[in-house]
Structure formats: C-alpha cells, structure tokens
C-alpha cells in the first residue's frame, strides 16, 4: 500500500504545488527521483492527494482485493488524523476529508455485503 500511495504523490501532488514548491520537487527530482514529492510536500499537499487517493482510480473496489481497500482506507484516515493530531493541518480542514474517507469506508463495506449477498 505504501507503494501505491507513493505512486498517487507522484502523479496527483504536482498539480497542488506553487510555483516555488514545483522548482523544488523538480530540483529534488534531480538528486533522488524515487519519492521526492513524498520528501517536498507541505501538510497541506498532502491532505489533498489523500483526498484523491481514496477516489478512483486509486481505490478501485471492483479491481482491488478487499482486504488492500480496507487498508488503504484505514491508512488515509490514520493520515489525516495525524496531520490533525499534531496541527500539520487546520482543525477545521480535515473535517469534511475524515468525513469523506468514513463515507468510502461505509460505501466499500457495502458494496462488499451486497456482493456477498445471493442474487
């Protein structure tokens, strides 16, 4: 899951940068190319690629194993709890997010008992 959350930094987080934030990732990229958004982003960068992340297509529940949807899902909501827990983040700015990912989680616990319920 680590793998996979590294790739959503990679390929959602560049469009969340400033300007300045983006002549740094670029300059990291040079030294280190493998994670160098995850070492650049702020707090706040993060939070939204988290939002992106429990999306699709990075949680696909008709593609991905059930067991990796929960723990991507848990991971995202452990995240923001502590970007909250140790004011990296606003209070009030991860509200909805928290709310969000406890909706995909509520949602994907359904979609999986109607699967599992006979037709």
Request: aromatic residues 6%; charged residues 25%; positive net charge.
């Given at each position: 899951?680590?793998?996979?959350?590294?790739?959503?930094?990679?390929?959602?987080?560049?469009?969340?940068?400033?300007?300045?934030?983006?002549?740094?990732?670029?300059?990291?990229?040079?030294?280190?190319?493998?994670?160098?958004?995850?070492?650049?982003?702020?707090?706040?960068?993060?939070?939204?690629?988290?939002?992106?992340?429990?999306?699709?297509?990075?949680?696909?529940?008709?593609?991905?194993?059930?067991?990796?949807?929960?723990?991507?899902?848990?991971?995202?909501?452990?995240i923001l709890m502590f970007l909250a827990a140790n004011q990296?983040i606003a209070p009030y700015s991860h509200a909805l997010q928290?709310?969000?990912?406890?909706?995909?989680?509520?949602?994907?616990?359904?979609?999986?008992?109607?699967?599992?319920?006979?037709?």
């Amino acid at each position: 899951m680590y793998q996979r959350l590294l790739e959503c930094l990679e390929t959602e987080a560049e469009g969340t940068l400033t300007d300045d934030d983006r002549v740094l990732l670029a300059a990291e990229r040079e030294f280190q190319p493998v994670g160098a958004v995850a070492r650049t982003m702020h707090a706040n960068d993060l939070r939204v690629a988290i939002d992106r992340f429990v999306r699709k297509p990075w949680l696909d529940t008709d593609r991905q194993e059930r067991q990796d949807v929960r723990v991507q899902l848990r991971l995202s909501r452990a995240i923001l709890m502590f970007l909250a827990a140790n004011q990296l983040i606003a209070p009030y700015s991860h509200a909805l997010q928290l709310l969000t990912v406890q909706r995909a989680i509520t949602g994907t616990k359904m979609i999986y008992q109607r699967r599992s319920q006979p037709l």
